[in-house]
């Protein structure tokens, strides 16, 4: 039903087999060409189940937090930008790339820093100076 393996990079690509596509009635305006053509692709690729990810990759893709991936770690891309199935299931393909592509860079770890004596009494400072013109606003009708 495909049309071959998604390429994400020169050494991964996601065969055809893992994907399922389901062709839908796209929302929105069209005219009569809407209501009776199914143009808009609904792709489903199982991120959780997927043999062809590496299991650090894996684990990225179903750590960001993306509304597109259901509980069962399933990522569910529906394309119905263009009038045309094949240009709506290119660009659904496209999109399954992009998502992997994104997992595909390991973050760099944050090394955790001390802040500066200085920047410690800018602060500081800065209370200070914030806490006087709070204290200014005060009317004093005890004495």
């Known amino acids: 039903m495909g049309t071959g393996p998604v390429d994400i990079s020169a ?80 660009d659904a393909r496209e999109r399954l790339a992009e998502f992997i592509r994104a997992g595909l860079s390991v973050p760099k770890p944050r090394k955790a820093t001390k802040p500066t004596y200085g920047s410690t009494l800018r602060r500081l400072d800065a209370k200070k100076g914030r806490a006087q013109i709070k204290r200014g606003r005060t009317t004093r009708n005890w004495e």
């Not at 009569?32 to 893709?61: C, M, Y």
């Not at 509304?67 to 119905?80: E, K, N, S």
């Open 11 to 90: 050494q991964l690509s996601i065969p055809d087999d893992e994907i399922v596509e389901r062709f839908v009635r796209a929302s929105g305006a069209g005219g009569q060409n809407v209501n009776k053509v199914s143009t808009a692709v609904e792709l489903r690729f199982d991120v959780a189940g997927s043999p062809s990810l590496s299991e650090p990759l894996r684990a990225r893709l179903l750590a960001r937090r993306d509304r597109r991936v259901t509980g069962d770690g399933v990522l569910v891309i529906d394309a119905q930008r263009f009038r045309t199935q094949d240009r709506n299931r290119e």
